[in-house]
């Protein structure tokens, strides 16, 4: 019985993870299209378990509120630990859909040993 109830509840964070994340990435390509500047999708510093969908402002103003306490990480650090990023302005690297897959699992992993299940 212990067994079944770990199958479904991971069936269940396993939905969560993807939605969340099916959400964050919609919302971020909605932003691209109206202001055409790149949108990073990643984890939120003060709740691990929420998806945050920032530009680079944003990321700089998190930097400066110390909501991320190491100020050597840049935007460069940004993109490699994004679950997701759209193309800059000019449309120049977009993520591929292999990579964009491999991030989506990343979350769900994550969230799946948030879980502790």
Known sequence: MKKLYKRIAKYFVILYANRIYRNRVKLADKLHAENRTRYYVA?????????????????????????????????LKLKEGAFYFTPDAKGNGPLLPVEKEARRLAFVKYMLDRSRL
């Open 43 to 75: 984890l939120d510093y003060s709740n691990s378990k929420n998806l945050l969908v920032m530009n680079r402002k944003g990321f700089r103003n998190l930097k400066r509120i110390f909501q991320i306490y190491d100020p050597a990480q840049g935007t």
